[in-house]
DNA sequence: CATATTGTTGCGCTATTCGCAAAGATCATT
DNA sequence: AATGATCTTTGCGAATAGCGCAACAATATG
């Protein structure tokens, strides 16, 4: 018992029944723990709160006033503490996640509707840029990011697998032909993907062979969409995300090129700060995505 | 540390300069116990509140919300605290005091007007009957009472020596002349107060000699006032407390009968509860009757 | 790259608190 | 009137919990 907040409860429960036995019972405490600590309680208020007799307990003037008080007191602690429970059990509040923008992860954008209709409760605030966001300072609960994580206070968790593959538009495959090797591509129009390092300096492996080419071209960007939109418009072979380009490949809109090789796995992750306690809100929308994104795609 | 009460300080002072070192500091506790007192609330809550590095201290955002509301509890606690210390400490509120009509102590409603002119934010509740009232039970601050008390729970502060006196007014006492032994009382009219048991027995000492009358008369109240009035009016010698005539005979309206006899010492006393904090109202009140009934009784 | 600061954690020690029991007090019942 | 039952307080020994120290891991600064 004791610390403030012990008393405060003691001393309320024994005025609410107007009885020690009854308190301390209630409290699962001793009664002579009860007795202590609205002694010291008095003690530190200078002030009697409890006129007591061995028959019987009556407020006194301050006791009253404290007791109203404090009984209002404790009941909005308890809620306090009951909604912050409910804030990371339930699937309320805010979900603030970033993502890069342009780096094709916005196709997660396309999911959004249906998991927020799923969770009424939920706002999803959802940031997109290339800047480099530190998810603790600025409070995010989660990124979506794709290859290696540079933070280690961060937890990632791997959401699906994810390679860049080449490809163009059948009429400009028809004008220009297949390149044949990797080494072919520097004499062909490279779409080049603008993000990272090296973003010209393709990495393209097959079956353990391993070949870097040089993209040149007529477009960079840091935009999946806009290098999409190019390609799909006949304007070259471009490097892109596999699931970014599902939709077009099925649709016949886009082929690929050089089928066989394929730019090492990175795969894409959600990262997020604290493995201790994952809010509820966190971990169903991780789940969620990861499980949409195992399954087929979906058409756009 | 520990206990709910310490655990939300800890955490509010962080939250509020996002460091622990900080916080301790302010707190006058060591790092550690802040750092395990908010580890121990995030168990409790089963929520991440702070996003912590070395370097850095953020709020989640069940942090913020937790925040928010603790920071406004712990004003609040800190305010009723403040408000019952004050309550204790300082001259306000309501004084209940109790005290036997009728038995001459009701000249203390004379000094009343001085003392609360004195002290504005008091109210005074002034209960006056001969019933019997349980100061603690129901709900009294103190009780003015006249002899021995009989109620152990409770503490007894002398205010003035009391004893009753024979008075008789000038014209009376023309009229039927002085008695000049108390046997010689038997033959006067004799105006009987009827408080406590045997009031017609009156006990008189001089000098260790001891004589006890059956008071017989045209009178019999348990009111002071009303004998007080009977007697200026020429009806007879009455016994009297001292203090409740002192007035009327500085004023020449009575004169003392058998001066040298008077009843044994009993005493006003201040009574009330509990000596263990007794609030500044109530020990302002007792000093000041105290102080007044010291000095001569000022004329009504 | 070295240093200083910050948050966390393990460990031993002290202090506090708890629980029991006895005491003191009061009401009900015989 | 006396006995018994119930209730609050308090003293005391035992046990738990909290504290402070120190080492550690991580990170920003110079």
């Known amino acids: 018992m004791s610390s403030r907040f012990d008393e405060l409860s003691a001393f309320v429960e024994v005025a609410r029944r107007h009885s020690f036995v009854g308190a301390a019972r209630q409290l699962d405490k001793h009664v002579s723990a009860v007795s202590r600590a609205v002694a010291t309680l008095e003690a530190r208020l200078g002030v009697r709160l409890l006129q007591r007799t061995t028959r019987s307990v009556a407020l006194t003037e301050a006791g009253r006033d404290y007791f109203q008080r404090g009984e209002a007191l404790l009941a909005e602690f ?3 503490e009951a909604a912050v429970r409910d804030l990371g059990a339930s699937l309320r509040g805010t979900l603030r996640v970033s993502a890069a923008s342009g780096s094709g992860v916005i196709q997660i954008a396309g999911l959004v509707p249906e998991f927020l209709a799923a969770h009424p409760h939920l706002q999803l605030d959802l940031q997109l840029g290339n800047r480099y966001v530190d998810l603790i300072e600025e409070g ?27 490809v163009a538009s059948p009429a400009w495959l028809e004008r220009h032909g297949r390149p044949r090797t990797p080494a072919a591509l520097q004499r062909h129009a490279c779409l080049v993907l603008d993000i990272g390092t090296h973003p010209q300096r393709w990495q393209l ?71 201790r306690f994952v809010p509820a809100k966190v971990r169903a929308f991780i789940d969620f995505i990861a499980q949409r994104l195992r399954a087929p795609t979906v058409d756009a």
Chains 1, 2 share one sequence.
Do not use: M, Q
């Not at 994580?149 to 994810?162: C, G, Y």
């Not at 596999?242 to 089928?259: K, Q, S, T, W």
């Open 78 to 80: 308890d809620g306090a």
């Open 140 to 166: 995010y609960d989660l990124a979506i990011r794709v290859g290696a994580l540079a933070d280690s206070r961060l937890i990632a968790r791997k959401l699906a697998p994810n390679r860049r593959v080449l």
């Open 205 to 275: 492996v097959r079956r353990g062979a391993e070949e870097h080419v040089d993209a040149r071209g007529p477009l960079r960007s840091n935009n999946v969409l806009a290098l999409l939109a190019a390609c799909r418009g006949d304007a070259g072979i471009a490097l892109l995300p596999e699931f970014a380009v599902a939709a077009d490949l099925r649709a016949g809109r886009l082929r690929r090129v050089l089928a066989g090789w394929a730019t090492p796995e990175h795969g894409v992750y959600a990262v997020y700060p604290s493995a």
